[in-house]
């Protein structure tokens, strides 16, 4: 019986709140690690979860160890789900108090400073056509903050380079329409005029950026890539495609961007996600200061 309450749950969360499958697999794990704990405990129906049941679960999560934004999802999900079961009435909304309600410590995001972001985005051999390509990617990413997931998913119909900007399917399959810069416009259109017949294999692709086989560019190929270049530009440090989103945002704001117009480029659902950069900020600021301040 639980584990059917789980399934139509997931379906209503779907449907509800537009989960995407990478977040819909996330929910189901938890909710089997849950449903293995409640059976281990003799619970065979909704009915009989209490709030002994939610304390004992949080006790249990918490001496695995697990960091704390894999405990604070655990226990977010299993919230849901208990809200979930109180309003079809199998549970009692006194349960939702033994729930701990903890928010994982905010992670200041890692960037590259102008200087790394530049030896970066220099560093493919654009003479090449996979040079071109890779170029194009980097400067594509820095250019609109794009998520990696939503950069390679690109298709050549989402960029309108006459008009300036690409069109993306975030998180929640919600659509947005970023402006793109115009170095960026210029190697894209470099690289769709010269080289990327190259990459088709004469067959016919929607998507823009492709590997060798003609198919479409994957999360793990281009985190290589990413470390590729690095190492060419002399960047020293662990780095991550994700760094380059980190950077758009946190170079924007250094350079007066308001935190609604950024929050609407990198597609958050809140302002307090695009608030973290203004932490960064704040960094630099006091560095500048720092430096340039006679009694600092």
């Known amino acids: 019986m639980i584990d059917l309450h789980i399934q139509q749950f997931l379906d209503y969360a779907v449907i509800e709140r537009r989960l995407s499958a990478k977040t819909q697999q996330a929910y189901g794990s938890d909710l089997s690690q849950f449903a293995s704990y409640l059976k281990d405990a003799g619970i065979k129906k909704a009915g009989k979860i209490d709030e002994n049941t939610l304390l004992g679960y949080a006790d249990m999560l918490t001496a695995q160890q697990l960091r704390p934004t894999s405990l604070a999802r655990k226990m977010t999900v299993v919230r849901s789900f208990i809200k979930y079961l109180i309003g079809l009435g199998h549970v009692s909304n006194s349960c939702l108090d033994s729930i701990p309600n903890s928010r994982p410590p905010r992670v200041l995001p890692k960037h590259l400073n102008v200087d790394e972001i530049a030896r970066l985005l220099s560093a493919p051999d654009i003479s090449k056509s996979i040079g071109l390509r890779d170029r194009a990617m980097l400067e594509t990413l820095y250019a609109t903050g794009l998520r990696v997931s939503e950069l390679i998913n690109l298709k050549i119909d989402d960029v309108n380079l006459k ?37 088709t294999k004469l067959e016919r692709s ?91």
């Open 206 to 296: 929607e998507y823009l950026f492709l590997n060798y086989k003609g198919k479409p560019m994957t999360r793990g190929m281009f985190h290589t890539i990413v470390k590729k270049y690095a190492l060419l530009a002399g960047i020293d440090r662990p780095i991550s495609p994700h760094m380059l989103r980190h950077s758009f945002a946190t170079h924007m704001l250094e350079r007066g961007a308001d935190l609604r117009s950024l929050q609407e480029m990198l597609g958050h659902a809140g302002i307090a996600t695009t608030e973290l950069y203004t932490h960064v900020t704040r960094d630099h600021l006091r560095e500048i200061y720092k430096e340039a301040h006679p009694r600092a």
């Open 163 to 199: 008009m300036g900007f690409v069109r993306c399917v975030g998180k929640g399959n919600k659509e947005r329409i970023v402006p793109i810069g115009e170095i960026a416009i210029q190697l894209i259109n470099s690289y769709i005029a010269s080289a990327r017949a190259e990459f």
